[in-house]
Structures are given as structure tokens and as C-alpha cells.
């Protein structure tokens, strides 16, 4: 049971238009999400989070937004750059006692061309 | 100031072998957390450890154990390798404060 799905295995935009990534969760007792960026041969990298008691967190060219009925999340990045190429992963913490534990989505391959 | 540590970075093994997946991390956090990552399958948390002296299961720890060292170190065995361990593993570590997990830069097993 995949209870965070990421339903695009990739994604191909031009350089400085908009990247929009998607993310859908199954679990109602999710409450904090987050967004990370893995290069080959590296370790995932922090990007972004949200908490369930907002709905917009903004951070330079990235943006995520939360829809809580939807149960549904996407990662916006204005302008997208070559660098930006990578795989992104959404994650999901149900918070309280679940020791920070983080559930993935499968990961989205976002190619930026020049 | 390394963040997170893993060796070794590839490892070879054949079916039956054993072998001991190494995570250090130098940022004074609490809990540590074991991943494999496979294609298709984005990352599963096999164990994990909320503080020092605790481990717990997570979704697939099936096949292998931990052992949490002391506050800096989390081990990861694998005591008779299987072909369906081949993936990549990550060791993250956390802070109390935060949601966010800082990833070390993995580990290739294939086993054969």
C-alpha cells in the first residue's frame, strides 16, 4: 500500500519556465511534508517542507502548496535552471510518536534543458 | 563538519555472505534512520533508532539488524546476503527540533 505516490516518473520543462512536480498522500495522520532533491551517486538533499497548518510555504524559486482535502501536495520551481535536474522525492511524517520517520514517494526524474 | 558518513561507498558480496553497512554522523542528533532505495520503489526505511540505546523496525527490516553504537553511530548487517538485497543504502540522521533528515551519500551492495 503506497501511501505517498508520486505519479509522474519524469518530467521535461524548458529553461525558465515553470517545473511543477506533484505528490499524493493516502494517510489522513500525515501532518508535515517535505521535499528532496537527489543527484546521481549522491544523498537526498533537503529542499522545502510544509506543515498541514499552512498551505503555501515559499523559499526563494521553490514553492510548495498543500491541499489537505485533496490530500494532495506540488513543488513549483520559478524560473527552472539545468541545475535543477534531478530526481525529487516528496516525503510525509505523520508527526506525534512516529520518531520523524518519513514515508517516499516513488521520485519524480525533472530534466531542465537549456 | 562532515554531516553524515557512510562506508563503504560499493560492496560486492555473494549470496551467504555477511557483511556490516557503517553510519556516522557529527551533528549531535538523535535519531538515525537506515534506507534502501530501489528503482521504482523511492526509499523504505528498513530500521531506525529515536535516541541512543533504542532501535526499532520500519517497513522492510526483514533480513537484516542494527546495532546503534552510541550517539554518533548506527550499524546496519546484514548477516546472510540475498540477491533481493542488492540496492543502494542510505544512513540520515535528525534533530529534535525538525522534520528534516540529512542523508549520507549512500552505499552500492550489489550480491551475486
Known amino acids: 500500500d503506497q501511501q505517498v505516490k508520486q505519479n509522474s516518473p519524469s518530467l521535461s520543462v524548458q529553461e525558465g519556465r515553470i517545473s511543477i512536480l506533484n505528490c499524493d498522500y493516502t494517510?489522513?495522520?500525515?501532518?508535515?511534508f517535505l521535499w528532496y532533491k537527489k543527484y546521481p551517486a549522491e544523498g537526498p538533499t533537503f529542499l522545502i517542507s510544509i506543515s498541514s497548518i499552512k498551505d503555501k510555504n515559499e523559499d526563494g524559486r521553490f514553492t510548495v502548496f498543500l491541499n489537505k482535502s485533496a490530500k494532495h501536495l506540488s513543488l513549483h520551481i520559478v524560473p527552472s535552471q539545468p541545475g535543477d535536474s534531478a530526481v525529487y522525492f516528496c516525503?510525509?511524517?505523520?508527526?506525534?510518536?512516529?520518531?520523524?520517520?518519513?514515508?517516499f514517494g516513488q521520485g519524480t526524474i525533472l530534466t531542465v534543458h537549456p | 563538519n562532515a554531516g553524515v558518513t557512510q562506508t563503504p561507498k560499493f560492496q560486492v558480496l555473494k549470496t551467504g555472505q555477511s557483511m556490516t553497512l557503517q553510519c556516522a554522523q557529527d551533528m549531535n542528533h538523535n535519531s538515525m534512520y537506515w534506507y534502501r532505495q530501489d528503482p521504482g520503489m523511492g526509499l523504505r526505511l528498513i530500521y531506525y533508532s529515536a535516541s541512543e540505546g533504542t532501535t526499532d523496525k520500519g517497513e522492510v527490516p526483514n533480513g537484516y539488524n542494527v546495532s546503534r553504537l552510541n550517539k554518533r553511530e548506527f550499524s546496519l548487517r546484514l548477516e546472510s546476503a540475498a540477491p533481493s538485497q542488492t540496492s543502494v543504502y542510505f544512513c540520515a540522521s535528525r534533530g529534535t527540533l525538525n522534520y528534516e533528515q540529512y542523508f549520507g551519500p549512500g552505499t552500492r551492495l550489489t550480491v551475486t
Open positions: 516525503a510525509a511524517s505523520a508527526g506525534g510518536t512516529s520518531y520523524g520517520k518519513l514515508t
Open positions: 494517510n489522513s495522520m500525515f501532518d508535515y
